[in-house]
């Protein structure tokens, strides 16, 4: 009987934790995220899209770098042009917030035009290829998109 009693507590005991765990929050942190280290597991709903695409943005270890609130540049597409000697960065319109764990959320658009950095009034249309998405600095890339004609 003594057995039994044993076996069940285990058992019970087995379940109660794994109810535990499974309860917690997926937006929990699973590592600790690295002082000035870049941003972890980004994701972009969708990966590509014309002009005008809403892109879905969420990822952890972005610190507060995607938040405007905080003065810090949204999230942009940037992209060098050989033809015209042009890095395109093109920040469209973009509402993406980073809570104290780091964990960012949010969406941001995809603009029709870009500045050409380190150059006085340049502008170059943003055309179909592939594109960095950076956060917070210029150097700061986070994840690609590819922007496809309509």
């Known amino acids: 009987m003594r057995a039994m009693s044993l076996i069940v507590s285990v058992v019970v005991l087995a379940v109660g934790v ?3 765990a499974a309860a917690r929050p997926v937006t929990e942190p699973t590592q600790a995220c690295v002082k000035d280290g870049g941003p972890l597991d980004v ?3 969708p990966s590509r899209g014309p ?3 809403r892109i ?3 990822g952890r270890c972005f ?3 995607l938040d405007r609130r905080n003065g810090y540049p949204g999230p942009f597409l940037s992209r060098y ?3 015209d000697g042009c890095e395109a960065i093109a920040g469209g319109r973009s509402t993406v917030r980073a809570n104290r764990h780091g964990m960012a959320h949010g969406w941001f658009e995809v603009p029709a035009r870009g500045l050409c950095f380190q150059q006085r009034d340049g ?3 943003i055309t179909p290829g592939r594109y960095e998405v950076g956060s917070g600095c210029h150097a700061c890339v986070v994840a690609s998109f590819r922007v ?3």
Request: aromatic residues 4%.
């Open 18 to 20: 794994a109810a535990t």
């Open 43 to 45: 994701r972009l709903r």
């Open 51 to 53: 002009v005008g695409t």
């Open 56 to 58: 879905h943005v969420s």
């Open 63 to 65: 610190g507060q770098a």
């Open 81 to 83: 042009f050989a033809a």
């Open 123 to 125: 502008r170059h249309r």
């Open 148 to 150: 496809t004609r309509r």
